[in-house]
């Protein structure tokens, strides 16, 4: 069984209200919390790898600290989610070009059932977030009786 990307539905709708809200300058404010969670400004680049006994996954977060990056494990959902600070400089004269993504970006994987997610891992080295998930014991089938 291999790692999904989850989703909410009707995000990418959600999505594409804000995009459009914030190309024609109106305010992005109606919105409930919940549904700016779902929201992005970015998406990290993810390569998800199973090896025999674990999950590894690689993010790839440049110019993030530890400390930006929140990762959490709930009801079979592993969540990454941060917030990259832009770089403000303002220059006279001169063309300043930005293509660094900056803002909030927030990432969610269903964890199979046969995992040990009491003992997920993440560490943090050269802007690259690698998480380790321990295989558990495969979930069998059993006949239950009737009594």
Do not use: C
């Not at 040990?116 to 977030?129: P, Q, R």
Request: net charge negative.
């Amino acid at each position: 069984m291999s790692l999904i990307q989850y989703r909410k539905p009707y995000s990418l709708l959600s999505e594409l209200q804000t995009d459009l809200s914030r190309f024609f300058g109106q305010p992005v404010g109606s919105e409930t919390s919940a549904e700016m969670a779902t929201v992005a400004d970015w998406s990290p680049a993810v390569d998800i790898i199973e090896e025999e006994d674990k999950y590894v996954i690689h993010a790839d977060v440049p110019g993030m600290k530890p400390d930006d990056i929140e990762v959490t494990m709930e009801k079979g959902v592993l969540t990454l989610k941060g917030t990259r600070e832009s770089v403000n400089k303002e220059e006279q004269d001169k063309y300043t070009r930005v293509e660094r993504v900056h803002g909030t970006f927030f990432r969610r994987f269903t964890i199979p059932d046969a995992t040990d997610t009491k003992n997920i891992e993440a560490k943090f080295k050269d802007g690259v977030l690698t998480i380790t998930i321990p295989k558990g014991e495969e979930i069998k089938p059993r006949r239950i009786e009737i009594h």
